[in-house]
């Protein structure tokens, strides 16, 4: 089988603006009898419904959650890039770019860059229409600010609430749609096949999680949007639904996966406290604006802070290592996600984490609450010399700045921020892997489109802040309404499929088959217990830092796990009801799977880029050592079930930007 | 830290429902959501079944945990989603009654879980600003006053809960409609159909079963995003304003 991506000729710059103007197109006539599922309602899902709704396509809409609202794009705090250069500061298109691919350590498509880069401005536009509050100046015009190490400000941002407020525009155009008639909403509904007629994607099955009926829905395309794969580690920031199965399920119908090892891992979370935690509490990376990464020096302060007869705020300056500020000057602690992880793992293995467990480093915000009380003392006219009033004001700043992630910690932690510093350690946050797609975001499977985290394309092996909002509204609002036209503008003739087609047939009964088996294994054990057994030797071998032997191990652990996940799980309740285990159960079956292929892939890759970090490959000093001529190219694994994965390969070619060694020393 | 829970199980809608009592064995530093997923997992392991809740983001901001903890929504502490709520706040030997929502308009779907898409259908009346993608103009064009914006900011950091309707004796979803009514109100953008919009959705929240408002201010109190009855009041002034001007009957 052979890849082809689809990318437009012509050079970077012209590439969209061509596409758009020549790409097939639906009639409007038309339109109206073409039907369209979406899965998913976050910000690709929700947006690309209520647009092809707009455009005249019958749009019917999923989500598992109750309502389209509660989609986890929600939780999403920092803020969405667009290169508006609004700051006039140097930013531009090519700029946002060069720096997205230059994040992702050059392991994503040139050209799939560039059109996210070029619609972003368009985003902001629609999102201030629908009536987004953004942040404002007193002037009344837009406010950015910066994010992770890059040198322009073109961050927007709503409060510590972006998600939520962007999520909840693009969920009020869709229920827009949905009151105007062209998108149908079905709640509660989760989609637990796809169905291919004549090798092209027709339809689903989705349970109705209420009844626990199962249903089949019928279109000319699927568009999955069903975000990302993070809970394979089980801890991790995703919301507690968060899964591949919609994915995993066009996989198995012979979708592929394309580099599912690249896994982005948050430098700054609140640590786990005990064995029944749920989930990890990102806090912001903006928090790294003013905060100092650091851990004592001395093994003794180390011991005595956990035994708790020592408190951080006891250790002298001179004893205090800032790990970032001394291994990166340049960057300090500002450098790029899958950089601050690794330091923060390095000094928590060779022992100087300072919790109980000894996986936390510390986040100390002393020296800006100095530095801005001192300035505002002085602003102020008032002495500061005066260390108790300095303190106060520069809390007051730090307060404003950051106070709603203050109360956050507080709230889960129990202790105060500004009086001792907080205590931080990486956690897994989203996945740039997920299904191959072409420049159309197509998947290998004709009529099978994919939006969002789900899909691969745009942040290689790292993704940069902010960037993620961006990548979903880009996806749903400005690429897919004229991407999925030249497939569906070959279909215009097709008649409404019907559900009473065998294939529906086969895949329904497969379905109930699936999790009858479920139902009735009886076993004794959780399916909590398993998915946390799988997130351990996901996150121990396949997490942060990776080598050959490690992954070897967890995948012969993992094939050991499923085998007797399928031997000894017991789910309780019914198949005919609503039953949150059953829901857990299918979804912990599927993140088996890819956890394995996930190990799979980081075995195959023999470098170390981005949030992938194979310890063979390093340099002396530590850093992640790429390797461009062997390793230039997506892989994108065909899943055989029980045989090997099969590997293809996507070569990339960077026709407009250089390869460097990424250097934030 | 030991602790008795009284819990509301009911089968389904069409079932009656009643309290069971559950011992369950926590510590200070759970959030309430993790103790209810110790003692599920312990039901479990006993071969019951666990107790339905709904849960999803547990970072407070999804909107979707619920519960009527010892009476009152999201439990004792303001401004604080169930999920954010942690176990340091009780007491040892503590009995905590925990039910769903009680109002007419959320049918209990099963234990603690109730249906709330009467608020999805409040929004679908209105509760947007009809703008098609890429017709906006550019960003910058309609500069917004800071503190205008600010204040649209804080009746958007609605979360949809519906804790608001469950605080109420009433069942009223006042609180919830005049947050969104207000938000895009307050926005240029939103107040070129505005009259329209208030009417439809005042209308449509009538037609869901939500009882009337009786400025008890229960609603403000128990917000977990703390939003303002002052939303109600400018909602019932835009409402009597739009219906005067309006040819509707």
Redesign the interface.
Known sequence: MKLDAKIPAGSLEDKWRKYRSTVNLVAPNNKRRIEVIVVGTGLAGASAAASLGELGYHVKAFTFHDSPRRAHSIAAQGGINAAKNYSNDGDSVYRLFYDTVKGGDYRSREANVYRLAEVSVDIIDQCVAQGVPFAREYGGLLENRSFGGVQVSRTFYARGQTGQQLLIGAYQSLSRQISLGTVEMFNRHEMLDLVLIDGKARGIIARNLVTGKLERHAAHAVILATGGYGNVYYLSTNAMNCNVTAAWRAVQRGAMMANPCFTQIHPTCIPVSGAYQSKLTLMSESLRNDGRVWVPKKKEDVEGIRQGTLSPVDIKEEDRDYYLERRYPAFGNLVPRDVASRAAKQVCDDGFGVNKSGLAVYLDFASAIERYGKSQAHQQGLDSSDKNLVRKLGEKVVEQKYGNLFEMYEKITGTNPYKSPMMIYPAVHYTMGGLWVDYNLETNVPGLFALGECNFSDHGANRLGASALMQGLADGYFVIPYTIGPFLSGEIRTPAIKTDAPEFEEAENATRARLEKLMSIGGSRSVESFHRELGLIMWDYCGMSRNAEGLNTARQKIRALREEYWKDVFVPGSMDDYNPELEKAARVADFMELGELMIVDALNRNESCGGHFREEYQTPEGEALRDDANYTYVSVWDWKGDADPQLYKEELKFENIELKTRSYK | MKLTLKIWRQK?AQTKGAFESYQVDA?????F??ML??LN?G???K????V?F???????????CNLVINGRPHGPLPG?TTC?L?M?HFKEGETIVIEPYRAQAFPV??DL?V???P??RI??????????????????A?????DV??R??DA??C??CGACVAACPNGSAMLFTSAKVS??AL?P??EVEHNRRVVSMVHQMDKEGFGMCSNIKACEVECPKEISVTNIARMNRQYFSAMIGSDEK
């Open positions: 389904s510590n200070e530093h759970m959030s959501l993790e997923d110790v997992e039901l479990v392991e071969r019951q079944e666990p339905a709904e849960h999803d983001c547990r970072e407070g901001i999804c909107g979707t604080t954010q942690h340091r779907i099963k879980v249906d709330r898409s608020l999805d929004i679908q009346s209105g509760g947007f600003i009809s703008v098609n993608t890429g017709q906006a103009p550019d960003g910058n309609i500069p917004i006053e800071k914006a600010s649209a900011f958007a950091a979360i949809g938000h895009l926005l953008q939103g």
